[in-house]
């Protein structure tokens, strides 16, 4: 693919530019490909003339009328967030007017599930899983993810200043919870939408990107606190200005642990379990991701309250992020705390 410099006006190839940025926000080349094979499928669908760049929300919603019957809602829902994703990226930097997809969205049927078919992991068996890690930093890790469902990238780029806790013994020993956005939130966890590979925040140059588009504070509560103070006692020092929240404990000791580590970790523990398979797919194996659709589902049962379990997962529209985010305290806090599954017996 061309790296030569272009004007964002207008450009030839409305895919192809969006593909080449993804490239230069270090998405992998499986993600690069899976986009292109959708986008294209959807520029081959389009006929009268019609082009990416003209499509309307009609145009949008036939193309995803079309692949019913022929795909899984799982695999209709992704097509549809790929869309979305490229439209949105494009109207951002100025070379699409707007987002034919964001009406479609809003009209989908809520009960598509984005995630495929997955392994069926009930609470006590998860609970037996969680009991069986006993080295502090796989632990935090493993209950972090399971807790608040966020993504591996947004895990490796916690700082210490992100986490806020009400414990005299860990505010003595470290400066935690320093970000505005905690004040008077205690014992919760900042996630940033600004993080992307490449890029320095914080004082360090990051190996992993966020992809909220909008910050989020997770509550943390008695279980994760406990998991978290157990590895901090242990936690080594680091050179990093940004005092990374996980560090490594062997290879790279003291530098921030980056998203292929966690999924060795994981990985580990998944397979002594049974949970893991070389050349095993996604309903099969086990990995941080999994996490994230663990806590969705539980939660968004247990809750029934789709718009907090969408805030907590950080996916969520601008009006409702921040319905949530003014009443945090009652809406958010009270709720999860209220419902979120307990790890521990």
Known sequence: MSSSPRTVEDPDDPI????????????????????ERVLRRFE????????????THRDCMAFVHSLRGDAADSTVATYAAYLHRFYGY???????????????????????????????????????????????????????????????????NLDLRDLSVTDPE?????????????????????????????EELNGEVRTASNKRKRETVIPVDA????????????????????????????????NRLDPQAVRHIVEGYAREEGWYR???????????????HFFTTHLRDRIGDRGI?????????????DTYTHNWGDQVRETYEANVYRLFV
């Open 278 to 292: 070389t050349g095993g797919g996604a309903g099969e194996n086990v990995t941080p991701h999994y996490f994230r």
């Open 90 to 156: 494009m109207t951002e930097v100025g070379v699409f007017d707007g987002n034919p997809m964001t009406l479609v969205m809003e009209e989908m049927d809520e009960t598509v599930d984005k995630d495929p078919a997955r392994r069926d992991v009930p609470i006590p068996r998860m609970r037996s899983f969680v009991a069986g890690i006993t080295h502090p930093l796989h632990r935090a890790i493993v209950c972090t993810l399971l807790k608040t469902g966020m993504r591996v990238g947004e895990l490796c």
């Open 44 to 55: 081959s669908f389009l006929d009268g003339g019609t082009t990416p760049a003209t499509a």
């Open 170 to 198: 860990l505010e003595a020993a470290y400066a935690l919870g320093t970000r505005a956005a905690l004040d008077d939130r205690p014992n919760s966890l900042y996630v940033t939408p600004n993080a992307a590979v490449g």
């Open 223 to 254: 279980e994760l606190r406990a998991a978290l103070k157990r590895w901090l006692a242990i936690r080594p020092d680091t050179t990093s200005p940004a005092e990374p929240l996980f560090v490594n404990t062997a290879d790279g000791w003291g």
């Open 16 to 35: 192809a530019y969006f593909i080449e940025d993804l490239t230069y926000h270090g998405k992998s080349d499986r993600t690069r490909e899976s986009y």
């Open 309 to 321: 379990v969408k805030y907590l997962r950080g996916d969520v529209a601008d009006d409702v992020i």
